[in-house]
């Protein structure tokens, strides 16, 4: 178990495993509070070190978490992955102490008796060995020990509140009278120690402590004890008996679902709201906003946590359904207000007139109990807040399809969002629906009935409920319904006429409080070809300004009529919804027009974008159309991250335009696709070039088909795909009819290349030889300087590393003169590899440096500019007798490779282990390849 409730350790039956110095031990703590999430390598470094930093502090966290990994693999069953955002811990959550300590806490919550939760308190307690941390030194731990320290705490006193709820007041007043001299101004505290003095027979010492912790508060803080210890107080003295007579409690409630499925993410959200078992102990109402789109599962969620949790409030559990949404009127706070009042024993006859009457009343009568209030299906703030509590204790749980977002500023309220269910939750809710054998011997069309239906929980259901009610209707046939276009789709999602049956119907009931310039704008999503829209795209479509578009998408949020995460994004069924109204209510050459709007923007900005980050690239269109408002970009970084956020976007709409027969603006976009290229994106790279190839030669337009061929090629060529050779032939011979040197010299790069791979150097010096001598003089010399970095790397496959050299320094300079840091990378590491074949390890050790640090700063391109150079300084450093930094370098080379999707490279390097460091253990040689 890695042990961090005491000293950071590890154990393995009772042995104590050597976790290193205190900073290598510090970087498995922080890995270890990040619960499996990545944590960014610069983040290990200040945590570790804070501002006093060591210049290699990124390389000593790498070397640390080599070191960890060795350990790791003893303890079994826990390991250290590279993520894209940096290292995460992953490991089971009985094998970390704080994991099990969280656990436990959370399974205490929800225990159904006291004496269950003192059990698990117990043992959570029991996993502390001393301070958290302990003995790890810096600001990052001094704060986390802090922090956790707290957690310490709050867990002994639920556990010392449980156990004063089972009567055991005199055996605890010996560890609070400890707890209060440590904490003297600790209200919780005093208040226990009060209560278990007094059930000890001390009321006069549970006074007198009063009278004490009262002139401490006063005099040193300048304020009064808080209600629930005056209260307290109050009782002891006599003076607040309860009124005599059972009180009324309420358990209105309606059924839970029999075979409700997932959401355990949102269950444990919602139990960590849970008030105290004290119902004095808060400061404010506890609020939960649940909100989500139309059929998500919103009642179906907040109903079966109630019922799991309502042992939690013994005075009652309150329901109603407000209405917000739906056929008929909205119900009046005033409605509820009645309803409520009559449930707490309020004679009808008694129920005051006014809204403000009645909610007084309400709150008196919940004042100082614990109540569960569930308002299910509201519209609004203004519908909720005449009902809620003015005291603690209670709770309230509140389901809109609106986000509430008053009730988050104003009444503190934690809003929590529902999205449709994951693959493997929507499997589990159909499958319990259609019966497992149905499930099982139809399991393709079932997964493909989950997709159609968007993982919509409603949908799901009333899907599932059309194969289940009929046993000759098969969930093939139903899929074959679904497969449709977006109006049968809908048609299908219905089921009998209940209206809160039906996918459509219920959509409608949100779609039909927009007003007209946000529906409008529901619609032209629907238009959309890509899976999220950004705010710029939306305005395009709208033909709109930035600004005013905003206003509009926050009322979709709001209403949760898209969801918002970054961008604004919708579930395949609300976008066929979206669809079918927009083809139902707008003109088709409104629907047209917004269209080219879009593909338009999406066109201009992706060659802007490309523009900076291949500025002397040659390109086939020069000026694309202008957009009514160009997105601007300020750099290279804004540009890349343009590209990231919009590379899903930017294929959708690709494939639209070819699909759609929109041939200009396909070809208009796969020209500025370079972008894949430095993002890895090979395979669609290639499924982008058939879709615009397509478009290309239903265009007749001949340089642009040789353009698209070269990407496909290249593509090909960087997968090892033999067939890149016909591509690259017939894109080399357009770009000759065509006149277009740039693509045709860098098809013939790419057969150089191809020819490399296949150690066909013959072949490959002659592509080259004539790309060559076609790019002398052609743009800025960035075409030279590539051919030349390619013949270098034939020349030192074929042994001639004098030629390499020679080949590798040109390309070098006229890399540095244009500014193409990546290019140059890939040259210096050429010229190192053909110093090594000569001998010069130090001369080779030099260059790979250089490249490195070129690399580390590439934007995306780091399987050609980052890990080639990793590869061979490790070749020159294991030659010299350095193995572990040799090692180092190859594990991160090939680490690169695998995040990259290159299993090939990686595996190349890991056989090359295996045959060059005969003396590593297996083990070792296997971790170092695989992060």
Same mark, same amino acid.
């Given at each position: 178990?890695?042990?961090?409730?005491?000293?950071?350790?590890?154990?393995?039956?009772?042995?104590?495993?050597?976790?290193?110095?205190?900073?290598?031990?510090?970087?498995?703590?922080?890995?270890?509070?990040?619960?499996?999430?990545?944590?960014?390598?610069?983040?290990?470094?200040?945590?570790?070190?804070?501002?006093?930093?060591?210049?290699?502090?990124?390389?000593?966290?790498?070397?640390?978490?080599?070191?960890?990994?060795?350990?790791?693999?003893?303890?079994?069953?826990?390991?250290?992955?590279?993520? +894209?955002?940096?290292?995460?811990?992953?490991?089971?959550?009985?094998?970390?102490?704080?994991?099990?300590?969280?656990?436990?806490?959370?399974? =205490?919550?929800?225990?159904?008796?006291?004496?269950?939760?003192?059990?698990?308190?117990?043992?959570?307690?029991?996993?502390?060995?001393?301070?958290?941390? !302990?003995?790890?030194?810096?600001?990052?731990?001094?704060?986390?020990?802090?922090?956790?320290?707290?957690?310490?705490?709050?867990? @002994?006193? /639920?556990?010392?509140?449980?156990?004063?709820?089972?009567?055991?007041?005199?055996?605890?007043?010996?560890?609070?009278?400890?707890?209060?001299?440590?904490?003297?101004?600790?209200?919780?505290?005093?208040?226990?120690?009060?209560?278990?003095?007094?059930?000890?027979?001390?009321?006069?010492?549970?006074?007198?402590?009063?009278?004490?912790?009262?002139?401490?508060?006063?005099?040193?803080?300048?304020?009064?004890?808080?209600?629930?210890?005056?209260?307290?107080?109050?009782?002891?003295?006599?003076?607040?008996?309860?009124?005599?007579?059972?009180?009324?409690?309420?358990? %209105?409630?309606?059924?839970?679902?029999?075979?409700?499925?997932?959401?355990?993410?949102?269950?444990?959200?919602? $139990?960590?709201?849970?008030?105290?078992?004290?119902?004095?102990?808060?400061?404010?109402?506890?609020?939960?906003?649940?909100?989500?789109?139309?059929?998500?599962?919103?009642?179906?969620?907040?109903?079966?946590?109630?019922?799991?949790?309502?042992?939690?409030?013994?005075?009652?559990?309150?329901?109603?359904?407000?209405?917000?949404?739906?056929?008929?009127?909205?119900?009046?706070?005033?409605?509820?207000?009645?309803?409520?009042?009559?449930?707490?024993?309020?004679?009808?006859?008694?129920?005051?007139?006014?809204?403000?009457?009645?909610?007084?009343?309400?709150?008196?009568?919940?004042? &100082?109990?614990?109540?569960? #209030?569930?308002?299910?299906?509201?519209?609004?703030?203004?519908?909720?807040?005449?009902?809620?509590?003015?005291?603690?204790?209670?709770?309230?749980?509140?389901?809109?399809?609106?986000?509430?977002?008053?009730?988050?500023?104003? /009444?503190?309220?934690?809003?929590?969002?529902?999205?449709?269910?994951?693959?493997?939750?929507?499997?589990?809710?159909?499958?319990?629906?259609?019966?497992?054998?149905?499930?099982?011997?139809?399991?393709?069309?079932?997964?493909?009935?989950?997709?159609?239906?968007?993982?919509?929980?409603?949908?799901?259901?009333?899907?599932? +409920?059309?194969?289940?009610?009929?046993?000759?209707?098969? #969930?093939?046939?139903?899929?074959?319904?679904?497969?449709?276009?977006?109006?049968?789709?809908?048609?299908?999602?219905?089921?009998?006429?209940?209206?809160?049956?039906?996918?459509?119907?219920?959509?409608?009931?949100?779609?039909?409080?927009?007003?007209?310039?946000? !529906?409008?704008?529901?619609?032209?999503?629907?238009?959309?070809?890509?899976?999220?829209?950004?705010?710029?795209?939306?305005?395009?479509?709208?033909?709109?300004?930035? @600004?005013?578009?905003?206003?509009?998408?926050?009322?979709?949020?709001?209403?949760?009529?898209? =969801?918002?995460?970054?961008? /604004?994004?919708?579930?395949?069924?609300?976008?066929?919804?979206?669809?079918?109204?927009?083809?139902?209510?707008?003109?088709? $050459?409104?629907?047209?027009?917004?269209?080219?709007?879009?593909?338009?923007?999406?066109?201009?900005?992706?060659?802007?974008? $490309?523009?900076?980050?291949?500025?002397?690239?040659?390109?086939?269109?020069?000026?694309?159309?202008?957009?009514?408002?160009?997105?601007?970009? =300020?750099?290279?970084?804004?540009?890349?991250?343009?590209?990231?956020?919009?590379?899903?976007?930017?294929?959708?709409?690709?494939?639209?335009?070819?699909?759609?027969?929109?041939?200009?603006?396909?070809?208009?976009?796969?020209?500025?696709?370079?972008?894949?290229?430095?993002?890895?994106?090979?395979?669609?790279?290639?499924?982008?070039? /058939?879709?615009?190839?397509?478009?290309? @030669?239903?265009?007749?337009?001949?340089?642009?088909?040789?353009?698209?061929?070269?990407?496909?090629?290249?593509?090909?060529?960087?997968?090892?795909?033999?067939?890149?050779?016909?591509?690259?032939?017939?894109?080399?011979?357009?770009?000759?009819?065509?006149?277009?040197?740039?693509?045709?010299?860098?098809?013939?790069?790419?057969?150089?290349?191809?020819?490399?791979? %296949?150690?066909?150097?013959?072949?490959?010096?002659?592509?080259?030889?004539?790309?060559?001598?076609?790019?002398?003089?052609?743009?800025?010399?960035?075409?030279?300087?590539?051919?030349?970095?390619?013949?270098?790397?034939?020349?030192?496959?074929?042994?001639?590393?004098?030629?390499?050299?020679?080949?590798?320094?040109?390309?070098?300079?006229?890399?540095?003169?244009?500014?193409?840091?990546?290019?140059?990378?890939?040259?210096?590491?050429?010229?190192?590899?053909?110093? %090594? &074949?000569?001998?010069?390890?130090?001369? +080779?050790?030099?260059?790979?440096?250089?490249?490195?640090?070129?690399?580390?700063?590439?934007?995306?391109?780091?399987?050609?500019?980052? =890990?080639?150079?990793?590869?061979?300084?490790?070749?020159?450093?294991?030659?010299?007798?350095?193995?572990?930094?040799?090692?180092?370098?190859?594990?991160?080379?090939?680490?690169?490779?695998?995040?990259? &999707?290159?299993?090939?490279?990686?595996?190349? #390097?890991?056989?090359?282990?295996?045959?060059?460091?005969?003396?590593?253990?297996?083990?070792?040689?296997?971790?170092?390849?695989?992060?």
């Amino acid at each position: 178990m890695l042990r961090v409730l005491g000293e950071v350790d590890a154990c393995v039956g009772g042995t104590v495993l050597d976790l290193g110095y205190p900073k290598q031990r510090c970087v498995l703590a922080a890995l270890v509070v990040d619960r499996g999430r990545a944590v960014p390598i610069d983040l290990l470094v200040d945590r570790v070190w804070g501002s006093s930093a060591p210049p290699r502090g990124r390389e000593t966290v790498h070397s640390y978490i080599s070191r960890l990994r060795r350990v790791l693999g003893v303890l079994g069953g826990a390991g250290i992955a590279r993520r +894209a955002g940096g290292y995460a811990l992953e490991t089971d959550s009985t094998a970390v102490d704080l994991y099990l300590f969280d656990d436990l806490r959370a399974k =205490a919550r929800t225990s159904t008796t006291d004496k269950h939760a003192v059990a698990r308190l117990t043992e959570a307690l029991a996993l502390w060995r001393g301070p958290a941390l !302990a003995g790890l030194p810096g600001e990052w731990a001094d704060a986390e020990r802090e922090r956790l320290g707290r957690e310490h705490l709050a867990t @002994r006193l /639920d556990l010392l509140e449980t156990r004063l709820r089972l009567g055991e007041g005199r055996q605890l007043v010996t560890e609070l009278a400890t707890l209060a001299d440590e904490h003297p101004y600790d209200e919780q505290i005093a208040r226990q120690y009060m209560t278990a003095l007094h059930r000890a027979g001390r009321t006069a010492d549970a006074l007198d402590h009063f009278r004490r912790i009262r002139g401490q508060l006063a005099s040193e803080l300048g304020v009064d004890p808080a209600a629930p210890l005056r209260e307290l107080h109050q009782r002891l003295l006599g003076t607040n008996q309860p009124v005599a007579g059972p009180p009324v409690v309420p358990r %209105q409630l309606p059924a839970a679902i029999r075979d409700f499925t997932g959401r355990d993410e949102h269950l444990a959200e919602l $139990d960590a709201l849970l008030p105290s078992h004290d119902q004095a102990a808060g400061h404010a109402v506890v609020i939960s906003a649940l909100d989500g789109s139309a059929g998500i599962g919103k009642t179906t969620l907040a109903v079966h946590w109630a019922h799991r949790v309502q042992h939690r409030f013994p005075d009652g559990t309150l329901h109603t359904n407000l209405r917000g949404y739906g056929p008929g009127r909205p119900a009046s706070p005033d409605e509820a207000l009645d309803d409520f009042l009559v449930a707490l024993g309020v004679p009808a006859a008694a129920v005051p007139a006014g809204t403000t009457a009645r909610t007084g009343l309400l709150r008196t009568l919940l004042s &100082g109990r614990r109540v569960l #209030i569930v308002l299910d299906n509201a519209n609004s703030a203004e519908q909720v807040r005449p009902l809620l509590p003015g005291t603690p204790g209670s709770m309230v749980l509140v389901t809109s399809r609106d986000s509430l977002t008053g009730l988050v500023v104003t /009444d503190a309220a934690h809003r929590l969002t529902l999205d449709v269910l994951t693959s493997a939750e929507a499997l589990r809710l159909v499958t319990g629906i259609v019966g497992r054998e149905r499930a099982t011997a139809e399991a393709g069309a079932l997964r493909e009935l989950v997709r159609l239906c968007a993982r919509l929980p409603l949908a799901l259901r009333i899907a599932a +409920a059309r194969v289940a009610a009929q046993q000759h209707v098969s #969930i093939t046939d139903v899929v074959a319904e679904l497969a449709g276009d977006n109006r049968s789709r809908l048609d299908v999602l219905a089921w009998g006429d209940d209206p809160y049956a039906a996918v459509r119907t219920v959509l409608d009931w949100s779609y039909e409080r927009l007003p007209a310039r946000q !529906a409008l704008l529901f619609r032209r999503l629907g238009l959309h070809p890509g899976p999220d829209v950004s705010l710029p795209a939306a305005a395009a479509l709208l033909g709109l300004p930035v @600004r005013e578009t905003r206003d509009l998408l926050t009322a979709l949020v709001h209403a949760n009529l898209i =969801a918002s995460v970054a961008r /604004d994004r919708f579930h395949d069924l609300l976008r066929a919804y979206a669809a079918e109204h927009a083809h139902d209510l707008d003109h088709e $050459d409104d629907r047209r027009q917004a269209l080219d709007a879009l593909l338009t923007w999406y066109a201009h900005t992706a060659h802007n974008a $490309d523009r900076l980050l291949y500025p002397a690239s040659t390109r086939l269109v020069s000026r694309p159309p202008e957009p009514r408002c160009p997105h601007p970009l =300020a750099d290279r970084n804004h540009a890349w991250a343009w590209f990231t956020a919009e590379r899903a976007n930017l294929i959708a709409a690709l494939h639209h335009a070819a699909d759609a027969e929109l041939d200009e603006h396909a070809l208009g976009l796969v020209d500025a696709f370079g972008f894949l290229v430095l993002m890895g994106g090979w395979d669609e790279r290639i499924t982008t070039a /058939d879709a615009a190839l397509v478009s290309a @030669r239903r265009a007749g337009d001949h340089a642009h088909e040789a353009n698209v061929l070269l990407a496909r090629g290249e593509a090909l060529v960087h997968l090892n795909r033999p067939d890149a050779e016909a591509d690259l032939t017939r894109a080399a011979e357009l770009a000759r009819e065509t006149g277009h040197t740039p693509v045709r010299i860098a098809a013939l790069n790419d057969l150089g290349r191809l020819m490399l791979g %296949q150690g066909r150097h013959a072949d490959a010096r002659r592509f080259l030889d004539t790309a060559l001598t076609l790019s002398r003089g052609v743009d800025t010399g960035r075409w030279e300087a590539i051919v030349n970095g390619m013949l270098a790397k034939v020349h030192t496959d074929a042994g001639d590393h004098g030629k390499a050299i020679e080949h590798g320094q040109r390309s070098a300079r006229l890399r540095h003169r244009i500014g193409d840091s990546d290019g140059e990378a890939c040259a210096l590491t050429s010229l190192a590899k053909a110093w %090594q &074949g000569l001998g010069e390890h130090d001369r +080779a050790i030099a260059h790979c440096r250089q490249a490195i640090a070129l690399g580390r700063a590439s934007l995306g391109s780091q399987d050609e500019t980052l =890990a080639p150079p990793l590869a061979v300084l490790a070749g020159s450093l294991h030659h010299l007798g350095r193995v572990g930094e040799a090692l180092e370098c190859w594990r991160e080379a090939a680490a690169i490779y695998a995040e990259r &999707g290159l299993d090939a490279d990686a595996a190349a #390097i890991r056989e090359h282990l295996l045959t060059t460091v005969p003396a590593l253990p297996p083990d070792q040689r296997a971790m170092t390849v695989y992060p």
